[in-house]
């Protein structure tokens, strides 16, 4: 059993960053594939970025292209999502997940395991 942990959020102003991490604990987690998504109230769950188990292959939505970054510590059993310029509808619960294979994928029933999601809220 995997448990993920997300920290980071906050209320921030728009044009402003924030870095999101994910601990992971319970599982292997460098041979895991991870992805970071969002869920904006009274919208579906929505991809954001996905990088493989080396971190040599990463996926990104269109709507952070350029503004997001997502990255992992295998050794501190960690995934990152730096965000930056955020913009209003940037606001929304980001989760992380783990998927059980070793390749970045933006398909939400890929991943197995979930976090309990972590508050970005930015202000116009």
């Known amino acids: 059993q995997v448990q993920l942990v997300e920290s980071g959020g906050g209320l921030v102003q728009a044009g402003a960053s924030l870095r999101l991490s994910c601990a992971a604990s319970?599982?292997?987690?460098?041979?895991?594939?991870m992805g970071w998504f969002r869920q904006a109230p009274g919208k579906e769950r929505e991809f954001v970025a996905s990088?493989?188990?080396?971190?040599?292959?990463?996926i990104y939505d269109h709507s952070v292209l350029g503004r997001g970054t997502i990255s992992r510590d295998n050794a501190k059993n960690t995934v990152f999502l730096q965000m930056d310029s955020l913009r209003f509808e940037d606001t929304a619960v980001y989760y992380c997940?783990?998927?059980?294979?070793?390749?970045?994928?933006?398909?939400?029933?890929?991943?197995?395991?979930w976090g309990q999601g972590t508050q970005v809220t930015v202000s116009s």
């Open positions: 990088i493989s188990w080396s971190g040599n292959n990463t």
């Open positions: 997940a783990a998927r059980l294979s070793s390749y970045a994928s933006r398909n939400t029933y890929h991943y197995a395991y």
């Open positions: 319970g599982g292997t987690f460098s041979s895991y594939a």
